[in-house]
């Protein structure tokens, strides 16, 4: 028995129809946002924090802000790749916890459109069974053919604030030397 999109939107949160920034990493297709999309840059000088989890690559300033940096393919358990032309930083902006917006560079192997994706387009998130969880998915679009995840982001980086506070102060003693 398949559960029907009002069912899946009371226990999980489902995408809504929009303007969605769409990319590649480990040659399958993602989606958030646009509107939680600051910018796209192309290559950025990391700079290491040490004690932070394998996926946070570092953090980078920009423009003055020093923000941390999420390799997304280490996140998502993907196999290490070289970073190619097309490989670039996509800035988020996120809630923390406390309600502190927060911004995240991700690393992705390469952008590919703003799509506009219709309702029609969205389906719920399948249940994966078991042990795995679609937590970070909030729904499948069929766009030109193609499936795409469309991600909760919040979730997928999960920066709790005591998180983001200790990567910015060690960010910040680790910039000054």
Do not use: W
């Not at 406390?98 to 799509?115: K, T, Y």
């Amino acid at each position: 028995m398949s559960a029907t999109l009002a069912e899946t939107t009371a226990t999980h949160a489902v995408a809504a129809p929009g303007k969605y920034l769409t990319f590649l990493l480990g040659g399958e297709s993602y989606g958030i946002p646009v509107l939680k999309v600051r910018e796209i840059i192309r290559h950025v000088d990391v700079t290491t924090v040490p004690q932070m989890p394998s996926y946070v690559k570092g953090v980078t300033n920009l423009r003055g802000k020093i923000i941390p940096v999420v390799d997304l393919r280490i996140k998502f358990g993907l196999p290490d790749a070289e970073n190619s032309e097309q490989s670039c930083v996509v800035v988020v902006q996120v809630q923390s916890s406390s309600n502190q917006r927060i911004q995240i560079g991700l690393v992705v192997d390469g952008v590919e459109e703003v799509a506009n994706i219709s309702a029609t387009e969205i389906e719920p998130t399948p249940d994966f069974g078991g042990a795995l969880s679609g937590d970070t998915i909030l729904g499948m679009a069929k766009v030109k053919g193609r499936v795409k995840a469309l991600l909760d982001i919040e979730r997928v980086v999960g920066l709790s604030e005591e998180a983001a506070r200790s990567i910015s102060v060690q960010a910040e003693a680790a910039m000054t030397l």
